[in-house]
């Protein structure tokens, strides 16, 4: 019976100011739960690592247009809104394979230097910013780094790089009436660059680019890929590549605010990839994944999910269940590598950028943390906290440095 479900309500104020005590009290209820989300209605909750993880991987649940909160946009950019996000099966299997060869582990590693370039030059500039001997690293340093890299890395002309910026900002703090405004801008981005690389396909840095190789495809056989697909892909690529800002952040406040794990990590820095995965783990920004919609009546614990009801997983809960991680509640650099975590999303529709990001995030803190080794917090975390029961984010991220 679902009346015997534990039950999130998130409008509740307690809930929205601290989402993951609501989700680990809920995890340690049950495996199953209830979330009411204002102007989604019920949604049936995977609290567990185990449940979580095989929900994501099932094909009876499935994503589609119905799992966003798609903003109002000009009636011109609609071709453009269905994202391979929203794909199931073979449609979104064929699109990912055409992309995913520019996001794999050796396509990252071999992209390091040009990350550890993006982030020398933004590191340079950090002093400039300090005022009253305080820098907020959130807009000059983790929102700006992502968009930097991932437009290098898909091909966005370098004259164009400064309003991707902005855009970045407005999608890194989840404003939702901001980037329905941004979006035609985004999508004119996103068609300049197409035509930008099919006038000069040679235009293209050490290694090439994503949106070279996606139009070097469809000149080569244009029947696998639509003007409306490749224009999609290049914007929804961009904007999805936001996800380390809050990750970087989030890290940066964990260690600063955790000093035996920074003088672990100061002491021996190979400890860095783990150190990733281990922060990823208990501070990465997912809480909750996008709903997935029930392909018809699934059993699960003993509740019977109906035909077309949402279903997700609380991340941020299975990613400290004690079923899975010891003491999963403590942040342990070098814990046995956490890559159990659902930190990324898992089956069909795992991160496509996962080993970008992993990169991005070990580069980004190893130069931070090498350049200035007297840097501190200069406000609680506490107070950082954006109120956000799915992402968690900071607001700010004030540091003397």
């Known amino acids: 019976m679902t009346d015997t479900l534990p039950e999130i309500d998130l409008s509740r104020p307690e809930v929205l100011r601290d989402p993951l005590k609501a989700y680990g009290q809920a995890r340690e209820s049950g495996p199953l739960a209830r979330l009411l989300i204002p102007g989604f209605g019920t949604t049936y909750a995977l609290t567990r690592h ?11 649940f499935e994503l589609d247009a119905t799992s966003y909160m798609r903003p109002e946009v000009p ?21 990912r394979k055409l992309v995913a060869p520019a996001f794999t582990p050796r396509r990252a590693a071999d992209f390091r230097p040009r990350i550890a370039a993006i982030v020398d030059a933004l590191l340079d500039e950090l002093p400039a910013h300090a005022d009253g001997g305080q820098t ?20 966005i002309p370098e004259e164009d790089r400064p309003r991707w910026r902005e855009y970045g900002a407005t999608v890194a703090g ?24 099919r006038d000069h396909p040679d235009a293209a840095g050490a290694g090439g680019d994503l949106v070279g190789d996606l ?32 990750l970087i952040a989030n890290a940066v406040a964990a260690l600063l605010s955790h000093p035996d794990q920074l003088a672990a990590l100061r002491a021996d820095p190979a400890l860095m990839p783990r150190a990733v995965e281990e922060l990823t783990r208990w501070c990465g920004p997912a809480q909750l994944a996008v709903p997935r919609q029930a392909r018809g009546d699934v059993e ?5 999910v109906p035909h077309g009801a949402k279903v997700t997983a609380l991340i ?21 590598p956490a890559t159990g975590h ?60």
């Not at 950019?77 to 794909?87: A, D, I, V």
């Not at 989840?174 to 690389?197: E, L, Q, S």
């Not at 299975?318 to 070098?334: C, E, G, S």
């Open 342 to 401: 659902l930190g990324f999303s898992h089956g069909p529709h795992f991160c496509l950028g996962a080993s970008i990001a992993r990169v991005q995030t070990q580069v980004a803190l190893t130069a931070l943390l090498r350049r200035f080794p007297r840097m501190a917090l200069a406000a609680p975390v506490e107070e950082l906290q954006a109120v956000d029961p799915g992402t968690r984010r900071l607001t700010a991220l004030p540091v003397t440095l």
């Open 50 to 60: 185990d449940g979580a993880r095989a929900m994501l991987g099932d094909p009876r």
């Open 136 to 155: 907020d690293l959130l807009p000059h340093f983790a929102r700006p780094l992502p968009m930097d890299v991932i437009c290098a890395l898909v091909g």
């Open 215 to 246: 139009v070097r495809v469809q000149a080569e056989d244009g029947d696998r890929l639509s003007d409306p697909e490749i224009v999609t892909l290049v914007w929804h690529l961009v904007i999805a590549g936001q996800t380390p800002t809050n």
């Open 300 to 304: 699960l614990y003993g509740t019977t």
């Open 75 to 95: 009636e011109d950019c609609l071709p453009y809104m269905r994202t391979m996000s929203e794909m199931n099966g073979a449609e979104h299997a064929r699109l």
């Open 316 to 336: 941020s809960a299975a990613n400290r269940d004690p079923r899975a991680f010891d003491d999963p509640d403590r942040l342990d650099l070098t814990r046995a």
């Open 174 to 197: 989840a404003a939702g009436a901001d980037f329905a405004r941004a979006i035609p801008g985004i999508m004119a981005g996103a068609k300049a660059a197409v035509a930008a690389r």
